[in-house]
């Protein structure tokens, strides 16, 4: 465990590694020993008083092999009043087998799916549409029954999955529900990234870290690419001009883009122009005539919100 991380997650439901926010970091000065609150544990790595574990409800014995009690554990714990910690000072030994003494039903893939959609269905409530617009295909996948886990919530009074995000985890954005699409915009292993900057600033390519921050994006119903307060626009409609964060305006159709989703194509609203990376690491992103064809146009939403 390395100090200034916690457990967290994305709307796909995989695991990540969340910074601390510079807050949480800054109390702890002088404290750097004292527990960590943490939005999700590890689902076999964790110590808990056994008479309670019996009466939150062990782990849900529905799911197959491995994969996805971790959420599971964790919503479950967090919303049924308990709570979950990162000790900085523990030790804990995993020992990594070379090869899995058991097999997965239908691939290790299709286990983690069927997991995975148990855990919305009994603990996010509404909020599940946000995992299947991530995972569509988690819609088809049969998940078997949940009423025994659906009564055990409502016998423990547990807390909405709203109390959750708010209460434990804000750092998950939720999107807008009127949004086109939301979260990193990808091309490979790099995401479109602010790099630090603001108004009038260059937007960059970095490696994608998953965390939000800086490479967290959403695509309005205005056709407006949004980070924060700032919209994406570029000064005139010329080939070569850099991309650049600009104070919304709804007036300006430079900070207006429609996606060309059977091509991965971000372009001008107006203009022959697409948000090209062919150039990013000298001067930025930039515009450039559209082409199907070009790798450094092709670009992906982590989340499309039809």
């Not at 510079?22 to 076999?44: F, L, N």
């Not at 999955?161 to 990193?184: I, M, N, Q, R, T």
């Not at 009038?200 to 959403?218: L, Y």
Request: aromatic share 12%.
């Amino acid at each position: 465990m390395v100090l200034g991380l916690c457990l967290g997650f994305d709307w796909n439901l995989v695991f990540k590694w969340d910074y601390m926010t510079a807050k949480e970091r800054q109390s702890r000065v002088g404290h750097e020993i004292q527990p960590i609150r943490t939005p999700m544990i590890a689902g076999g790595l964790f110590s808990i008083e056994k008479k309670w574990f019996e009466e939150v409800g062990k782990y849900d014995m529905m799911m197959d092999v491995w994969g996805g009690e971790n959420l599971e554990i964790s919503f479950r714990v967090w919303q049924c009043h308990g709570s979950l910690e990162i000790i900085p000072c523990s030790r804990v030994g995993h020992v990594f087998r070379k090869q899995h003494p058991y097999t997965f039903p239908g691939g290790s893939g299709n286990v983690f799916a069927r997991n995975t959609r148990r855990v919305a269905e009994v603990w996010m409530d509404d909020y599940k549409q946000f995992y299947f617009r991530a995972v569509p295909s988690a819609k088809g996948v049969y998940y078997g029954n949940i009423r025994e886990r659906v009564e055990l919530r409502k016998r423990l009074k547990c807390k909405s999955f709203k109390w959750y995000l708010h209460s434990v985890y804000p750092e998950l954005k939720v999107p807008d529900k009127s949004d086109l699409a939301f979260g990193a915009i990808k091309q490979g292993l790099l995401c479109m990234d602010i790099l630090g900057h603001t108004i009038e600033g260059t937007v960059g390519m970095f490696s994608c870290h998953d965390a939000g921050g800086n490479q967290e994006w959403s695509m309005t119903k205005y056709h407006r690419i949004k980070h924060q307060e700032y919209c994406m626009g570029f000064d005139s409609p010329q080939a070569g001009q850099p991309i650049k964060l600009k104070l919304c305006n709804p007036t300006d159709n430079l900070q207006k883009w429609k996606q060309i989703n059977d091509a991965g194509l971000l372009q001008s609203w107006d203009h022959n122009l697409c948000i090209d990376s062919k150039d990013s690491k000298k001067t930025g992103l930039t515009v450039e005539n559209c082409s199907a064809n070009s790798e450094s146009q092709i670009w992906e939403f982590t989340l499309d919100l039809p």
